[in-house]
């Protein structure tokens, strides 16, 4: 069984109720419970943080190291200027996935920039909730794709 983090990242606990016409009706919870459930079907264990603050981020990060196979991530405004929690996902390496509620490449042109994304091993965005469930399958893909390398190899999983 896969063990999998979910950081949701600054005010994203305010979803469904933030901004609707950009980031949807969704709540927050019902997003994590959905995930959760998805992994559960998918013989995975995710586990869901958030946090407002970039040291907590980092810090989830690190600990992730000592548990967890792979990190999904909306790193909300972050995204675009958070060296830290970079830095954090390069030292863990640990494979992780980036998502956006919105398409950041559509709205106000600091959001292009994304700093994280270049040590993801993938970026969802512009789908809405649903990104989280891709970005988790995509996950588990990349993560049976490392463990069928690794079978190959002859190492022990």
Known sequence: MFK?????????????????????TVSFDEIN???VKAGQENGAEVRVFHSNSEGGIVDAIQEARNWADGIILN???????????R????????????????????????????VISPVCVGVIAGLGWRG???????????LQDQ???????????
């Open 147 to 157: 463990g069928k390398a690794e079978n190959e190899l002859g190492y022990d999983d």
């Open 75 to 85: 790193p909300g405004a972050y995204a675009h200027y958070s060296i830290a929690i």
């Open 132 to 142: 989280y469930i891709y970005a988790l399958h995509a996950l588990l893909g990349v």
């Open 87 to 114: 830095d954090a996902l390069s030292a863990v390496k640990l494979p992780a996935v980036e998502v956006h509620l919105t398409n950041v490449h559509a709205r106000d042109e600091f959001r292009h920039r994304l």
């Open 33 to 35: 419970n959905r995930v």
């Open 4 to 24: 999998i983090l979910l950081i949701q990242g600054p005010n994203l606990n305010l979803l469904g109720v933030r901004e609707p016409g950009i980031y949807g």
